[in-house]
């Protein structure tokens, strides 16, 4: 795998950045995440000669204007789909424990617990999706699957595989 150092980066010297890498595929899954002000956090720390509200000001509105903070909403709302559809699941299994249904009955019961079970797993495989993606321009230009346990990393990458070559109606 290719190791990321900024000092490579496009305009990396126009803005001074550091020669090594700040993060580590190997660590990454330690850090936090899922809040804008993690990001403002960290970004003070390095531009610590600015005054610090107006440093938080300009990083918070920029992560407003370029939809940082409705992926994040986006994220946890995915999370809360995903453990909605295990309550759907369980209410089918329920309702299947009943001796009471018409076969047909039974059958539809079964396969709306099976696409809901599929839906299910298809959002934990994209919320346990890798954390090591480094984007290049608008197209994803390094991932790495480090640091998540092997069935994630073989159902995200099928998962991936199946939704970026699949050409949708427009």
Not at 70 to 89: A, E, N, Q, S, T
Request: net charge positive; glycine share 2%.
């Amino acid at each position: 795998m290719v190791e990321i150092n900024p000092s490579n980066w496009k305009n990396a010297r126009k803005y001074n950045l550091q020669t090594q890498c700040l993060v580590k595929k190997e660590t990454i899954w330690n850090e936090k995440q899922n809040y804008p002000d993690l990001i403002t956090n960290d970004l003070i720390k390095h531009f610590d000669k600015y005054d610090e509200s107006y440093v938080r000001d300009v990083v918070l509105s920029t992560l407003l204007r370029r939809g940082v903070n409705k992926w994040f909403l986006v994220r946890k709302l995915l999370i809360r789909l995903k453990k909605h559809y295990v309550d759907l699941i369980n209410e089918d299994r329920k309702e299947l424990d009943s001796s009471t249904l018409h076969p047909s009955t039974r059958a539809y019961i079964k396969g709306r617990m099976a696409a809901n079970t599929q839906i299910r797993d298809d959002l934990l495989t994209l919320c346990q999706a890798p954390r090591w993606v480094i984007w290049n321009q608008k197209s994803i230009g390094l991932m790495d699957t480090i640091g998540m346990k092997p069935s994630y990393k073989f159902k995200f990458v099928v998962l991936f595989n199946k939704l970026i070559n699949t050409r949708f109606r427009k």
